[in-house]
């Protein structure tokens, strides 16, 4: 009797766990125009492809209408072929990848992808009572918030949420989805500048909460196998996106949510910024000293003191300070001169003792109280009133700033503050309160800075540096940063984690104030070797408090030599670079990329963040703490690792210890790679030749073929490829006994012009001596290195042309 009672308990407690929601009743379905909706007793549940590995789920209480309106999603769903079956309580409706089952009783949602269930709803949809939201606002009023709940599996590993500075795997931590900066955070921050509503599961899966107010996720912090995505109203829209790899899952999300535009060339050189330049005699003497030293630079961003004397009290000025930028005109001409570019500083606040005030208040473009009166408050700049973005008038206004300075010179904004720093929930936005319009206030301010450029300059690429966004606001061409990092070794190890996790969410160009901004900490190794680290992060910025220099030419000389070394090495590596660009755009692909991308079935690397890919053929593996002279890397099985120092071919699939250097960080190349290189002295990335390269293969007895493609355009047109203004070059190796052939060709858009390219060849690894060189029908000569086991070769390539080199060699 005691047996079957336990047995009883245990059928009991499965029938629970099982059921979705035991209020929840199953009445009826049906399909029309590729919507399959699902009638239950107090709601509504729709689903909708938007591709074969994009499915859409909403559900709509009793009462409640149907919100349409998406922040993140642009795609439009496709006419997918759909397969449908109801067998016993189970009804299925699927595409070719994934499906959705609805079990009737007791009532469950789930999703299978190739026959293999990936998640379902625990309880679904359900409102509960207020939690206190004490990491999200100490004033937050709320009776009840509303929840999504997941089932996970046990040994599921949980990536997402934006930006945090946490380990790579985020199971066991409820994190609020709240844009807020958090001063000086080092290695452990639950809360910054850039959250986003996403789950990224290690069994391959992404769930984007199509949903602005601001809420939670809770990544099983109760340890009871649960995901619960919180927030206290809107839209009860879920997207489940799958695919192969990784890298299908990230390419499906941004076709989803919008790719990024390509940035303008210039966007991958060095920049001179601090906290900040005060004068126009400041700005251009700063520029006269990195070109006294040789030091490559691209431009030079000026924080608020450009329209103001004093931090506080100026904010809204928003037009240079005649005392200080006597005439701006002609310093922005004059930094062009030096091939420099410029970018200002901005806010969406404008101070009650702002030059602007009255006027903007006279135009109507503030935030309202709860009377209809412009809504003020104070805060650290002084009492402030908001732009209201999301209406017409205050977008306007606002747009109308930036296409002024655009006219005039201005080739970037960088928008700080953007959370909005502060933001109490009573002010009113045209489409809501601040609580329900927070968190894409960012994202929707980005949108507004690259119309205005555009419509400014309608041919050049917008650069925008914004410090909050959400989910989508990569297709604005957003390039935001990682907020006030403390310039500490703590601060430096928390960054590779964050760019790992936001290039995995969509936003490619997430990167650090190189050297570490918050602090007045003089440590040169630190410095260096956080510059080392810029080299293979997607935006190369040194910023900081100015109490000690952010930039290389007022360091020592030993560091300045050192981050001489470094920058030089990034703009070495432009055209390699500028090819992730264009991979991004074209595809998603991240900049910087986590090891498990390479080996999604090696659980071990999902909380691994020691090395990472830079692109597809680039392992790096930054040093992160003080005096090492050691360091363990691991090399990604499935190929060989070339070091770039002594082109020492390293075994993947093991961990090595490697030693340290201080000039660089551990870099290694994938055998069969080629590595396009600019020519070197360059001291800008104008100075860049696109008809000259030196090309690097990396020869291996392991690769027998190797194909290798790289984007050029002219590095400033808008929309170049849905212009057809580019030109594609293909690289392919193909090995016999005693034989090597090298294939280029070209694809070259019709609106592009083929060229004639001087190519510097070099490859490594050449075990034998050549014996006969042939470049199409022509005998070329080429230099043998027996002690480095190089062969050097130079080619003229006319690029409208295919070309072949014949290397046959000696027994």
Same mark, same amino acid.
């Given at each position: 009797?005691?047996?079957?009672?336990?047995?009883?308990?245990?059928?009991?407690?499965?029938?629970?766990?099982?059921?979705?929601?035991?209020?929840?009743?199953?009445?009826?379905?049906?399909?029309?125009?590729?919507?399959?909706?699902?009638?239950?007793?107090?709601?509504?549940?729709?689903?909708?492809?938007?591709?074969?590995?994009?499915?859409?789920?909403?559900?709509?209480?009793?009462?409640?209408?149907?919100?349409?309106?998406?922040?993140?999603?642009?795609?439009?769903?496709?006419?997918?072929?759909?397969?449908?079956?109801?067998?016993?309580?189970?009804?299925?409706?699927?595409?070719?990848?994934?499906?959705?089952?609805?079990?009737?009783?007791?009532?469950?949602?789930?999703?299978?992808?190739?026959?293999?269930?990936?998640?379902?709803?625990?309880?679904?949809?359900?409102?509960?009572?207020?939690?206190?939201?004490?990491?999200?606002?100490?004033?937050?009023?709320?009776?009840?918030?509303?929840?999504?709940?997941?089932?996970?599996?046990?040994?599921?590993?949980?990536?997402?949420?934006?930006?945090?500075?946490?380990?790579?795997?985020?199971?066991?931590?409820?994190?609020?989805?709240?844009?807020?900066?958090?001063?000086?955070?080092?290695?452990?921050?639950?809360?910054?500048?850039?959250?986003?509503?996403?789950?990224?599961?290690?069994?391959?899966?992404?769930?984007?909460?199509?949903?602005?107010?601001?809420?939670?996720?809770?990544?099983?912090?109760?340890?009871?196998?649960?995901? +619960?995505? #919180? =927030? *206290?109203?809107?839209? $009860?829209?879920?997207? &489940?996106? /799958?695919?192969?790899?990784?890298? %299908? !899952?990230?390419?499906?999300?941004?076709?989803?949510?919008?790719?990024?535009?390509?940035?303008?060339?210039?966007?991958?050189?060095?920049?001179?910024?601090?906290?900040?330049?005060?004068?126009?005699?400041? +700005?251009? #003497? =700063? *520029?006269?000293?990195? $070109?006294?030293?040789? &030091?490559? /630079?691209?431009?030079?961003?000026? %924080? !608020?003191?450009?329209?103001?004397?004093?931090?506080?009290?100026?904010?809204?000025?928003?037009?240079?300070?005649?005392?200080?930028?006597?005439?701006?005109?002609?310093?922005?001409?004059?930094?062009?001169?030096?091939?420099?570019?410029?970018?200002?500083?901005?806010?969406?606040? &404008?101070?009650?003792?702002?030059?602007?005030?009255?006027?903007?208040?006279?135009?109507?473009?503030?935030?309202?109280?709860?009377?209809?009166?412009?809504?003020?408050?104070?805060?650290?700049?002084?009492?402030?009133?908001?732009?209201?973005?999301?209406?017409?008038?205050?977008?306007?206004?606002?747009?109308?700033?930036?296409?002024?300075?655009?006219?005039?010179?201005?080739?970037?904004?960088?928008?700080?503050?953007?959370?909005?720093?502060?933001?109490?929930?009573?002010?009113?936005?045209?489409?809501?309160?601040?609580?329900?319009?927070?968190?894409?206030?960012?994202?929707?301010?980005?949108?507004?800075?690259?119309?205005?450029?555009?419509?400014?300059?309608?041919?050049?690429?917008?650069?925008?540096?914004?410090?909050?966004?959400?989910?989508?606001?990569?297709?604005?061409?957003?390039?935001?940063?990682?907020?006030?990092?403390?310039?500490?070794?703590?601060?430096?190890?928390?960054?590779?984690?964050?760019?790992?996790?936001?290039?995995?969410?969509?936003?490619?160009?997430?990167?650090?104030?190189?050297?570490?901004?918050?602090?007045?900490?003089?440590?040169?190794?630190?410095?260096?070797?956080?510059?080392?680290?810029?080299?293979?992060?997607?935006?190369?910025?040194?910023?900081?408090?100015?109490?000690?220099?952010?930039?290389?030419?007022?360091?020592?000389?030993?560091?300045?030599?050192?981050?001489?070394?470094?920058?030089?090495?990034?703009?070495?590596?432009?055209?390699?670079?500028?090819?992730?660009?264009?991979?991004?755009?074209?595809?998603?692909?991240?900049?910087?990329?986590?090891?498990?991308?390479?080996?999604?079935?090696?659980?071990?690397?999902?909380?691994?963040?020691?090395?990472?890919?830079?692109?597809?053929?680039?392992?790096?593996?930054?040093?992160?703490?003080?005096?090492?002279?050691?360091?363990?890397?691991?090399?990604?099985?499935?190929?060989?690792?070339?070091?770039?120092?002594?082109?020492?071919?390293?075994?993947?699939?093991?961990?090595?210890?490697?030693?340290?250097?201080?000039?660089?960080?551990?870099?290694?190349?994938?055998?069969?790679?080629?590595?396009?290189?600019?020519?070197?002295?360059?001291?800008?990335?104008?100075?860049?030749?696109?008809?000259?390269?030196?090309?690097?293969?990396?020869?291996?007895?392991?690769?027998?073929?190797?194909?290798?493609?790289?984007?050029?355009?002219?590095?400033?047109?808008?929309?170049?490829?849905?212009?057809?203004?580019?030109?594609?070059?293909?690289?392919?190796?193909?090995?016999?006994?005693?034989?090597?052939?090298?294939?280029?060709?070209?694809?070259?858009?019709?609106?592009?012009?083929?060229?004639?390219?001087?190519?510097?060849?070099?490859?490594?690894?050449?075990?034998?001596?050549?014996?006969?060189?042939?470049?199409?029908?022509?005998?070329?000569?080429?230099?043998?290195?027996?002690?480095?086991?190089?062969?050097?070769?130079?080619?003229?390539?006319?690029?409208?042309?295919?070309?072949?080199?014949?290397?046959?060699?000696?027994?």
């Amino acid at each position: 009797m005691k047996k079957l009672t336990v047995l009883f308990y245990a059928l009991l407690i499965s029938v629970f766990v099982s059921a979705q929601n035991p209020e929840r009743i199953y009445e009826s379905h049906s399909e029309e125009n590729g919507m399959f909706t699902v009638t239950t007793n107090n709601g509504v549940y729709q689903f909708q492809f938007y591709d074969a590995e994009i499915l859409e789920t909403t559900f709509i209480p009793d009462g409640e209408n149907v919100s349409s309106e998406s922040h993140a999603v642009i795609m439009k769903p496709k006419k997918v072929e759909t397969t449908y079956s109801y067998v016993g309580n189970d009804i299925t409706y699927g595409s070719e990848g994934i499906s959705v089952t609805i079990t009737t009783s007791p009532f469950k949602i789930s999703y299978t992808y190739d026959g293999d269930e990936i998640t379902s709803e625990k309880r679904g949809y359900f409102k509960s009572a207020h939690v206190p939201m004490d990491l999200v606002k100490d004033n937050i009023v709320a009776d009840e918030t509303e929840k999504i709940e997941f089932n996970l599996t046990e040994d599921e590993v949980l990536f997402g949420a934006g930006a945090r500075a946490l380990d790579m795997n985020r199971r066991g931590h409820r994190l609020p989805l709240f844009n807020r900066a958090h001063y000086g955070y080092q290695t452990d921050s639950k809360l910054m500048n850039y959250t986003m509503p996403i789950v990224l599961s290690s069994n391959k899966y992404l769930i984007h909460f199509d949903n602005a107010p601001i809420g939670y996720l809770d990544f099983d912090s109760k340890k009871d196998n649960t995901l +619960t995505y #919180e =927030t *206290i109203s809107g839209r $009860k829209t879920y997207q &489940i996106i /799958v695919g192969q790899t990784w890298y %299908d !899952l990230v390419e499906n999300y941004t076709d989803l949510t919008g790719k990024q535009p390509m940035l303008p060339r210039w966007a991958l050189g060095n920049f001179s910024s601090r906290f900040g330049y005060h004068s126009q005699k400041e +700005t251009v #003497e =700063t *520029i006269k000293k990195f $070109k006294e030293d040789s &030091i490559a /630079v691209d431009a030079i961003i000026l %924080d !608020l003191y450009w329209f103001g004397k004093e931090v506080k009290g100026t904010m809204g000025n928003l037009e240079f300070l005649k005392d200080s930028f006597p005439d701006p005109q002609q310093m922005i001409k004059e930094l062009r001169s030096k091939d420099v570019e410029t970018i200002l500083i901005t806010e969406p606040f &404008i101070l009650t003792t702002s030059k602007r005030w009255n006027e903007a208040v006279a135009k109507d473009v503030l935030a309202k109280d709860s009377i209809g009166k412009p809504a003020t408050y104070d805060f650290y700049f002084g009492n402030t009133g908001i732009v209201d973005i999301y209406y017409e008038k205050g977008n306007s206004w606002f747009k109308n700033i930036y296409k002024g300075l655009s006219n005039n010179g201005v080739r970037g904004f960088w928008g700080d503050l953007g959370e909005p720093e502060v933001h109490p929930g009573w002010v009113q936005h045209a489409t809501g309160s601040a609580d329900e319009v927070h968190n894409t206030y960012g994202h929707d301010w980005a949108k507004l800075v690259y119309e205005a450029s555009v419509e400014a300059q309608p041919n050049k690429r917008p650069f925008i540096l914004m410090r909050a966004g959400y989910s989508g606001s990569q297709r604005y061409g957003m390039v935001p940063w990682t907020g006030d990092v403390s310039r500490s070794w703590g601060g430096l190890q928390a960054q590779p984690k964050i760019s790992l996790q936001m290039g995995m969410q969509g936003i490619a160009y997430m990167h650090s104030d190189l050297g570490g901004f918050a602090g007045a900490n003089l440590d040169d190794e630190l410095y260096v070797r956080w510059l080392q680290y810029g080299v293979f992060q997607p935006i190369y910025r040194p910023h900081a408090q100015e109490d000690v220099a952010s930039e290389p030419v007022f360091r020592s000389d030993k560091a300045k030599r050192l981050a001489k070394y470094a920058i030089e090495m990034r703009y070495r590596m432009l055209p390699y670079n500028y090819n992730l660009m264009a991979q991004n755009h074209m595809e998603g692909t991240p900049l910087m990329r986590p090891l498990f991308f390479e080996e999604s079935d090696n659980p071990e690397l999902f909380g691994y963040s020691e090395a990472y890919l830079w692109g597809n053929d680039v392992l790096v593996s930054p040093v992160l703490e003080a005096g090492k002279k050691k360091q363990d890397v691991y090399f990604p099985k499935g190929s060989y690792w070339f070091n770039i120092e002594n082109n020492e071919a390293i075994k993947g699939g093991q961990t090595k210890t490697v030693e340290l250097h201080e000039a660089y960080i551990p870099t290694y190349i994938r055998a069969g790679a080629f590595m396009p290189l600019a020519q070197s002295s360059m001291q800008s990335t104008k100075d860049y030749d696109p008809n000259y390269m030196q090309l690097q293969y990396y020869n291996h007895e392991s690769v027998m073929e190797s194909e290798r493609e790289f984007y050029f355009d002219d590095g400033e047109t808008l929309n170049p490829i849905e212009k057809e203004q580019y030109q594609i070059l293909e690289f392919e190796v193909e090995k016999g006994k005693r034989c090597m052939e090298i294939e280029f060709e070209a694809e070259t858009a019709k609106n592009y012009k083929a060229e004639t390219k001087t190519i510097e060849l070099t490859l490594h690894n050449i075990l034998k001596v050549p014996k006969r060189i042939k470049f199409g029908k022509e005998k070329i000569e080429g230099k043998y290195n027996e002690k480095y086991k190089t062969l050097m070769l130079k080619i003229v390539w006319d690029t409208s042309e295919e070309k072949e080199i014949k290397i046959k060699f000696k027994k």
